[in-house]
């Protein structure tokens, strides 16, 4: 099972900058062209699947405004010899 991951952008301090976008080897974060932010920007968001919770998203961020989840698969255990 492919691990699952997701992001949450805060707003308030992203810049549209687009470090994130360039540095996800998923390729799947954009910058959303037809939404501005409180300041003015264009933000990231999460415009794909395939995420994998990485994390290199945020810690590239120079505003910190990216969280990232990441999906633990639920353990196997045997049921049955
Ligand atoms: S790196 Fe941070 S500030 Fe820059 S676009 Fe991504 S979320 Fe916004
Ligand atoms: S956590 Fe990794 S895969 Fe997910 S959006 Fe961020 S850089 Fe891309």
Redesign the pocket.
């Known amino acids: 099972m492919p691990i699952r991951g997701w992001i949450e952008?805060d707003e308030l301090?992203?810049?549209?900058?687009?470090?994130?976008?360039n540095a996800c080897p998923q390729e799947v974060?954009s910058?959303d062209l037809e939404h501005l932010t409180p300041k003015g920007?264009h933000?990231?968001y999460l415009s794909a699947e395939g995420c994998t919770g990485c994390a290199i998203?945020a810690i590239?961020?120079?505003?910190a405004?990216?969280t990232v989840y990441r999906e633990i698969p639920a353990k196997r255990v045997k049921a049955a010899a």
């Open positions: 952008v301090y992203c810049k549209g900058c687009d470090l994130c976008v974060i910058l920007y933000p990231a998203c590239v961020c120079p505003e405004a990216l």
